[in-house]
Every structure is written in C-alpha cells, then in structure tokens.
T-cell receptor, first 111, second 115 residues
Framework: QKEVEQNSGPLSVPEGAIASLNCTYS??????FFWYRQYSGKSPELIMS????GDKEDGRFTAQLNKASQYVSLLIRDSQPSDSATYLC???????????FGKGITLSVRP | GAVVSQHPSRVICKSGTSVKIECRSL??????MFWYRQFPKKSLMLMAT?????????EQGVEKDKFLINHASLTLSTLTVTSAHPEDSSFYIC???????????FGPGTRLTVL
C-alpha cells in the first residue's frame, strides 16, 4: 500500500514568516513529487514539482527532495495571508502517473 | 501554464436523472485524464483514469455502469453520473496529464447536488 504522510496540522504562522511543510512517502520507487495548494471550495492548484534530490526554488516557494530519507518538503518564504490554504503533497510511482495524495495540511497565515 | 476547464461548475438535479460533466484541456493535448471526487473536508478520491480512444480504468469500488466515462478526443473527457442519488452529491474534479513532466493539472471542479 503506497502511502503519503503529512503532519496533521493545522499550521499557523505570522505574516512574513517561513512556513515549513513536510511529507514522507512509503514507496521507494516513487518518481515524481508534487505540492498542490487547495483553497476552500476550490480544486487543487499545482505549485511545485520536483523529480531529483535537492532543492528547487520558484519565487517564494522552495521544494526539497531527499529520496534516501523518502522525504519531500515545501518552504514558503515571506508568508502572506493569501497563502492560507490546504497544501497537498502528492507522489507518482510507476508508469500510470496516478497521484497518491497525503491528507493535506491547513496553513493559516496571521496578518 | 496548462489550463483545464470543466462544465458545468455547479449542477442541481433530481434523483434518478443523469448528469454529464465535461473536462477540457484548453492549451495542450491530454491522452490521459483523471476523475476525482471530494467530500467536504476529505481527501481527493480517484475514481477512474480516462484514456483517449480506449476504455476507462476504474478504481476499486467505483461502479463503471454508474459513472460513465468517455474520452473521445485528445482534449475532452466526459463523466456521466447515471441515475443520480443524493449520496452522489459531491465535488467532482478532473485533471489532465501533461506527459512531459508527469504533471496533472486540475479543472475547477463541478459541484453536484442531487435532490
């Protein structure tokens, strides 16, 4: 059974702080790793994808992947109230590109 | 970025009727699309994988005769909820696979309410 685990949250940070979101996965053969943001009542929006060990930066977002530890994280710098949402970690394994999602963590950025 | 649309965004229907939901990839061709449903405050649940030109692959526990999927072109997949019942009320979301990068882009979702 492929599993993706995220801290249950919720996570609350002050505006301007760094939010750190963590995720572990069980399938060592996992190949592609994603972070989605989902606002309440909306569909998920892809914000980061990462495929190889190390860091990947895009604006205020940095994804980190460590395949040896089966760990992927998302850092949000200079957090804004508009970043308040549920963040979903997702992983694909094998050729069918099916996503296995974590349960998500709700981030609240306090003004 | 890749854009996926869904129509309708919201539908209310009577029990026993059928509802068709369309999912379109607007700026790329998608040989594979996925259909999910999501109940309030719950995780996304994959219902089926829709492959252009072939039959959909359904997840365990999803009735293929109730949730009909057609993927007739590289930019359009449809989900038809047949003989809808109140327990089918949910948020239905499609995604389209961008093969380069293995990324799925989600449509805005369709909120179905069955009375």
């Amino acid at each position: 059974q492929k599993e993706v685990e995220q801290n249950s949250g919720p996570l609350s940070v002050p505006e301007g702080a760094i939010a750190s979101l963590n995720c572990t996965y069980s399938d060592r053969g996992s190949q592609s790793f994603f972070w989605y943001r989902q606002y309440s009542g909306k569909s998920p929006e892809l914000i980061m994808s990462i495929y190889s060990n190390g860091d990947k930066e895009d604006g205020r977002f940095t994804a980190q992947l460590n395949k040896a530890s089966q760990y992927v994280s998302l850092l949000i710098r200079d957090s804004q109230p508009s970043d308040s949402a549920t963040y979903l970690c997702a992983v694909t394994s094998g050729a069918n590109s099916k996503l296995t999602f974590g349960k998500g963590i709700t981030l609240s950025v306090r003004p | 970025g890749a854009v996926v649309s869904q129509h309708p965004s919201r539908v209310i229907c009577k029990s026993g009727t059928s509802v068709k939901i369309e999912c379109r990839s607007l700026d790329f061709q998608a040989t594979t699309m996925f259909w999910y449903r999501q109940f309030p405050k719950k995780s996304l649940m994959l219902m089926a994988t829709s492959n252009e030109g072939s039959k959909a692959t359904y997840e365990q526990g999803v009735e293929k005769d109730k949730f009909l999927i057609n993927h007739a072109s590289l930019t359009l997949s449809t989900l038809t909820v047949t003989s809808a019942h109140p327990e089918d009320s949910s948020f239905y979301i499609c995604s389209a696979l961008l093969v380069l990068g293995d990324e799925q882009f989600f449509g805005p979702g369709t909120r179905l309410t069955v009375l």
